[in-house]
C-alpha cells in the first residue's frame, strides 16, 4: 500500500467508527516527517479513543502497520498516531477548534476521503 492509499484506507476507516470532519491534508513538497495527515473527529472523548482502537487495530491485522509512536490516548482530546508516511490525527471538537490544523496548513491541498459505502 503507497502512502495515498494508506492516507485513504485510515479516513475510511475513521468514517466507518462515525468520525466526523475527516480530512486529508498533503504534506508532500512541506514537511520531511511525513506525507500525509489524516485528521478526524469524534463527538466525546470516548469515541475518539474508540475510533483510535479500531483504526490502529485493523492497521495492525490487516496491513501490519504499527505506529512508530503516538500520544494523548489517557486524556483522548487530541490523539496523534505516527505511522511514518501517514499521521493521524483524532481530536474532540473542543480541542480540534483550538488547535486548528486545518489553518495552520492552509497552504497544503486538501483531499477529500472516499465515501464509506452505507
Known sequence: MNPLEQARHTAALCQEKLAIDVTILDMR???????????????????TKAIYDDVAGRLKTEHRLLPRSTAGLGEAKWIVADYL???LHLFTPETRGF???EDLWSDVPKLEPAAVAG
Open 29 to 47: 513538497g512541506v514537511c520531511d516527517f511525513t506525507d500525509f495527515f489524516v485528521i478526524a473527529t469524534g463527538r466525546n472523548e470516548r469515541q
Open 99 to 101: 488547535y486548528r490544523l
Open 85 to 87: 508516511d501517514v499521521v
